[in-house]
């Protein structure tokens, strides 16, 4: 699909430095994505339809890099947990906890009545593979699960070490919500045995939210068929039988398949690995530019950083929600904190499409607006002395 | 919104006359709700967000007639068919089963291990106050499940009835499938006491598919309230309690909510009953032209005909397969039938903002088709004797 040529490739398809929405997703969508959404009405039962999401069902794997299966669903994400869990899991679970995306899928899992376990780390701090280990000893469990990045704080854990552990020690089912890492850094579903690895529209596979798309592995197909009460809307065994037809059970979110259709293209033509160089650079221009700027990064271990998402305290004496709504006025657009974090972090998003000169841009504006919030609370401090 | 004029309300924003596609859902859509979906990505816990959805939440119980609430769900509607049952009940369901629809969610309460009864009736014929009575009578059931128009046979029941019956012969919670009903016949949840009233978006509400809309009484959120385990992407308790905030729970399809604030503009300025009985015009040309043409109706009862679509027998002869795709050549776009009726049926789905100048050229083009069938194997058999 790629051009011959000596040139980057523009993420951004002719938008390059100019990209000013920085929100950690929704993300800024490219306007040839948003155009697709309003591909024209067809039945979901018809050829074209099948010609459709036939061709979605043959990129999407190379995305998890599996060679089995991988599916969409008309949920968000979120959606997609509790398929995982109302379709495959009777037994106890260990949810492993960081953050609120991670918190909220302990918090599931205990709504949905099943024998629940969670494992708990401060907000900030990374999941560790040698804690998983010693909750895996105490007890058997049916399924793991775990959030590769989590979006709220910025924080990447070990999944490939924390999947070895759950493989090596157990046999139970690994769910892995990749949402902030799928296209924005390593993910790989087959080398590491995810049984389930979920994942949004809307983070970095640039596309407006409204839609999941997840892989699936046949130990996670054989537990669902074990499994008597699954209901319907959310039976992945269901997905999995459509998908063989080339349809889904229900009736899918046309708009958001066209756009997935024409988003895997251009994810695939950038080159999956080129796609996470390119996110592991923005993370660099950022950590480069932090202690310069006097900002500190939420997630103390520079190991956990974030590849698609950075949490940051601004420097002392500014304030994260005023310097936030400064930036506005720049015209920008950055993430505020997540939850507990809202009055004290900014949070830039710099996945999916986003390039890096836009990034820097964006770096630049916050220089600016920190140094003159600082120079006039100065000036204030003086005035009072 | 609609201008003083004399001329009559134009559905089609300027494509009167011109429609060609006629599936029963998805429908048609107007070219300015697909460009709608194209809209600017923002955070959906913004102001921005909470202004848009502020304006949807104030304007879709218009639709269902209620004075309470109605909400939206990023599934399809079925989605919502699961969250009412996982939400709201753990006793005895009745399920009101009379085609496709109204088996699959009968099927879904049994596989939600929810102890079902199914009051079956034949594909074609209507649900029977009387008999739901009787149903009623034999046992104490925490909700019935009814379709109030079946896509499947073209068959509307009389929903008004059965309601009547429902709440003076028990206490049962009422959820109605209103999917090809809302929006194009008279749906009055509050009147008729509709305690979940559940509805996608690609039928009469002419927009893509991708989302579902539901009112919901507060009889129903009590039920649900003393149910401990609802889930999360399913439970409508939460969904109440970030709609006060102007918000979803969970991630919404952002790009389904701008084209439905922009649609229940349209549907608001046509007019609530205006649009209904548009629908009904559609369903009396159609009425009119069938016996003429040798079509049949598949419900035979002329008081069940769906006014939002039409399920017809060809003339003897013409097989309904091949009729459809003579169709397709001549630039038009029918349904064909449902399940076991796909090589007995086609259908005519006469909703959404389909005009019936539309449905007169679709008509017309019927006549000639068939004919041109007919003649060709009169020939056919005058060649062979």
Chains 1, 2 share one sequence.
């Not at 529209?201 to 839609?211: C, E, T, W, Y």
């Not at 005023?322 to 809202?342: R, V």
């Amino acid at each position: 699909m790629r051009p011959m040529s000596s040139a980057p490739f523009d993420s951004t398809s002719g938008s390059a430095g100019q990209v000013r929405f920085f929100n950690p997703g929704p993300v800024w969508v490219r306007p040839q994505v948003l155009q697709a959404l309003g591909g024209p009405m067809m039945s979901h039962r018809s050829q074209a339809f099948s010609d459709l999401y036939g061709r979605i069902l043959e990129k999407l794997p190379k995305l998890f890099r599996t060679k089995g299966q991988a599916h969409t669903l008309a949920t968000s994400a979120t959606g997609v947990w509790e398929a995982a869990l109302v379709s495959c899991v009777e037994g106890p679970v260990l949810c492993c906890c960081n953050g609120a995306f991670s918190d909220k899928w302990g918090e599931m899992s205990q709504r949905l009545g099943l024998d629940t376990t969670i494992l708990k780390a401060e907000w900030g701090k990374p999941i560790l593979a040698e804690e998983v280990r010693k909750k895996l000893a105490e007890k058997k469990f049916q399924a793991v699960t775990v959030v590769h990045n989590e979006t709220s704080t910025g924080t990447i854990s070990d999944l490939p070490a924390i999947a070895k552990v759950v493989h090596e020690g157990s046999d139970a089912l690994l769910f892995a919500d990749v949402v902030t890492s799928l296209a924005g850094t390593r993910v790989e579903a087959d080398e590491w045995g995810l049984d389930v690895a979920v994942c949004g529209s809307q983070k970095a596979l640039a596309l407006p939210p409204g839609i999941a798309v997840f892989s699936i592995s046949e130990k996670a197909l054989a537990a669902a068929r074990q499994k008597k009460h699954r209901g319907l809307y959310l039976d992945l065994i269901d997905v999995e039988a459509f998908g063989k037809k080339k349809q889904n059970p229900t009736t899918p979110s046309l708009p958001l398949l066209y756009a997935l259709d024409v988003q895997l293209d251009h994810i695939l033509a950038e080159g999956l690995e080129n796609r996470w160089a390119r996110h592991h650079s923005m993370l660099k221009a950022v950590e480069e530019w932090a202690p310069k700027a006097g900002f500190r990064f939420l997630p103390e271990d520079p190991a956990t950083h974030s590849p698609t998402v950075s949490s940051l305290y601004p420097p002392e004496g500014v304030n994260a929600e005023e310097l936030n709504k400064a930036m506005k006025k720049e015209g920008f657009t950055p993430g505020s904190g997540y939850g507990k974090f809202k009055p004290l972090n900014i949070r830039i998003g710099h996945m999916g499409d986003v390039d890096l000169e836009s990034v820097k841009a964006l770096l630049a504006a916050y220089d600016k607006v920190a140094q003159g919030m600082l120079a006039a609370s100065a000036v204030g401090a003086g005035t009072k002395s």
